[in-house]
């Protein structure tokens, strides 16, 4: 019963055969005049020929490779036929229809041709036709089908089964489904499968979208409800030193940056924890944001913690908070390979004495801003009294991970502040799905100054002039990203993606041969993959950073947060591998200064559909209109990888339902669990039958 159509064909409406037209979608119903079956002469296949006719017309129907219909349909049956009309220069027809044999038998005047005096047709009938068929004369499922099945098998095997739907047990309270206008469950069931007009669909589709958001958004709650549970350390809004700290930067804070600090500011005043999410597009100025919330924690006498994905991000955010405070505030850097801070000197030369000293540092307080990787999550980091959490791009920061943090802290009575951040535009519905426990913070505007990065498709005969440019760039001081894909490898029945790191590394290099020995001999080409080690890599960046390398060949691991302003060229092979959202995260790997930037996508598709959404990419430097565009082509399991996250495991619903996205939102919102007990049930059900991370 939960297998559902995935589209349905409406021939609800019967038509006269005498108002026939070519091109029509329809039903006609009546009697079988001539049936018979032949051999072509020519193709060798069995071809059925029928003569069917109703009390206005007559009309020649045709089935192709289907001898076994004439053993099933006879002369003087009465049939439904749904299917499209065609006309040729003998007139009207109908080729390869649904057929049904018809449940009410008329009487043999209904359909002569020559009796006039009895109408009491099929169109005049008062018995709902939806009840008498099933593959015919009415709105038809369609079903994704198997090999060894058919979709009439298959509409047969339901019809047999739906009335079942009324055993299904009802899991809404009856008051949501009042406040929200709901059908039952069992009743949606029915409707799915089988509904009698569009009115009935819309209401099945509805009730059956709405429970799969709303489970999304009550384990949302659930989760929102449990952290509340905990107080965390009111932070005080210390305004005059806010305003001086940012009179102080060398640049003017955007009026987005400034409302997304406030409500952070706003939030941390109170006792409860602190659960918030600040979306931005590509160099929108997170992290400035974060600063200011962890210069308001230093103020009050407590630390913060910043965690990276990569070690690459977590220094590149270690040295922009670094300019950003310059001398006021100790800032230490912990991840597997690195421990330095800031403005303190080691008393140690050793690796493992300066580690020893620093994890002191950050127990005894000392250090007031700790950034790095997961590896601040091991057993021997101890913070003094943590007040604030900051983690980018790892959203789904999990409950058990909190917990961890919570425990590393100096207070135990209460939890730290927790604030997450996206470089990934997230289109709005997508951000309260999949984030409904958390709020929503949202950065669009740019800096001010900002040059917007001119985008061009490269054909493959202008490649040449392509490298000429990126020449020319260099000789200007600039410096040049070139981004290669992840390689498929071709299996039987298809492809798969290649074991990430060898294809990746191969990609790279081939790139990197090619650039280094053929096109740009005299220039200084590195490369970076997934395979180098931690130190290989840093010692890439390190050389790209301060401008010895030219130009940087790469994989994806560029993607997020690598920030190098003397950078002007985002050169991307087989762009038509990745999503527009990851595009656009590698778009933001330049421009990032006063100079004028460019990204050039090369690809060797000519398919209609990879040059709509490669030129929807050219006109648009919009991260969140990208990511709209990207979330409707694609889906969001392609777009943002979310097969653990529950959203795969939508059976109707999608990212287009804004209206009832915000419905479940606000109907989960402070629900009362110990009242609705089933509720609580239902969620658990659900976490059992998905793969969460």
Request: proline content about 3%; charged content about 30%.
């Amino acid at each position: 019963l939960f297998y559902f159509p995935f589209r349905y064909e409406d021939y609800s409406q019967v038509t006269a055969i005498k108002d026939l037209k070519d091109g029509m979608q329809t039903t006609i119903k009546g009697k079988i005049e001539l049936i018979a079956s032949k051999r072509s002469p020519r193709k060798r296949k069995f071809i059925t020929e029928a003569v069917v006719v109703d009390d206005t017309d007559r009309i020649r129907v045709v089935w192709f490779g289907q001898p076994f219909i004439s053993k099933i349909l006879k002369v003087g049956d009465i049939v439904y036929l749904s299917g499209k009309i065609d006309s040729d220069i003998f007139g009207v027809q109908m080729k390869a229809p649904s057929y049904e044999k018809s449940k009410v038998i008329p009487t043999e005047q209904q359909y002569s041709l020559k009796s006039h005096t009895h109408r009491a047709s099929v169109f005049s009938e008062k018995s709902k036709v939806g009840d008498e068929t099933t593959h015919t004369a009415r709105i038809v499922p369609m079903y994704s089908l198997t090999s060894g099945i058919t979709q009439k098998q298959l509409r047969f095997l339901m019809s047999q089964v739906v009335g079942e739907a009324e055993k299904i047990e009802e899991w809404l309270p009856e008051e949501i489904l009042d406040e929200v206008d709901l059908i039952t469950l069992s009743f949606a069931l029915k409707a799915i499968h089988f509904p009698e007009t569009k009115e009935e669909l819309k209401q099945a589709e509805s009730r059956i979208k709405f429970g799969e958001l709303f489970v999304l958004q009550l384990r949302a709650e659930m989760i929102r409800q449990s952290i509340k549970n905990y107080s965390a350390p009111k932070i005080k809004f210390k305004e005059s030193e806010t305003k001086d700290f940012v009179k102080s930067l060398s640049f003017e804070l955007t009026k987005d940056q400034k409302i997304s600090a406030w409500e952070i500011l706003q939030d941390m005043e109170n006792g409860e924890p602190m659960n918030r999410l600040v979306e931005g597009d590509v160099g929108s100025g997170k992290t400035v944001v974060a600063g200011i919330a962890a210069y308001n924690v230093i103020l009050n006498g407590l630390q913060t913690v910043i965690m990276a994905p990569t070690e690459i991000l977590a220094k590149q955010h270690f040295e922009t908070l670094t300019k950003l405070f310059g001398d006021s505030v100790s800032i230490a850097l912990f991840t597997r390979a690195q421990y330095s801070i800031f403005n303190i000197q080691y008393s140690s030369d050793t690796k493992t004495g300066q580690k020893k000293e620093l994890l002191n540092k950050i127990k005894n307080g000392e250090a007031k801003i700790v950034v790095g990787t997961h590896a601040l999550l091991t057993q021997d980091v101890r913070f003094k009294n943590l007040g604030l959490v900051v983690v980018d791009e790892q959203h789904r920061f999990g409950v058990d991970q909190r917990k961890t943090i919570r425990e590393k802290s100096g207070d135990k009575n209460t939890v730290p502040h927790f604030l997450s951040m996206t470089a990934t535009p997230i289109p709005r519905s997508f951000a309260l799905t999949l984030y409904g426990d958390l709020d929503l913070s949202i950065i669009k505007t740019m800096p001010i100054g900002r040059k917007a990065i001119m985008t061009r498709v490269v054909e493959p005969r202008n490649r040449s002039k392509a490298y000429e440019f990126i020449r020319a760039q260099v000789k200007q001081g600039r410096q040049v990203f070139v981004i290669c894909p992840l390689i498929e490898e071709k299996v039987e029945g298809g492809s798969r993606p290649a074991r990430t790191g060898v294809q990746e590394k191969k990609s790279v290099m081939q790139e990197y041969e090619k650039l280094s020995k053929k096109i740009f001999p005299d220039l200084n080409i590195g490369f970076l993959h997934g395979k180098m080690k931690s130190c290989e890599k840093d010692k890439a960046m390190e050389q790209f950073s301060n401008g010895t390398i030219n130009i940087l060949v790469s994989t994806s691991v560029v993607e997020v947060g690598v920030d190098i302003p003397n950078a002007s060229v985002m050169m991307i092979e087989g762009a038509e591998r990745f999503g527009l959202a990851q595009l656009h995260q590698f778009r933001g790997r330049v421009g990032r200064s006063e100079h004028q930037s460019y990204c050039f996508l090369f690809t060797d598709s000519d398919t209609d559909k990879v040059k709509k959404r490669l030129e929807f990419f050219e006109k648009n430097n919009d991260g969140f209109k990208v990511a709209e565009y990207d979330l409707e082509m694609r889906g969001p399991g392609e777009v943002y990888g979310v097969t653990q996250s529950g959203m795969m495991n939508f059976r109707l619903a999608s990212m287009k339902d804004y209206d009832l996205i915000k419905l479940a939102r606000k109907m989960a919102r402070d629900i009362d669990f110990e009242k609705y007990p089933e509720l609580k049930d239902r969620v658990k059900e659900w976490e059992g039958a998905v793969h969460l991370e």
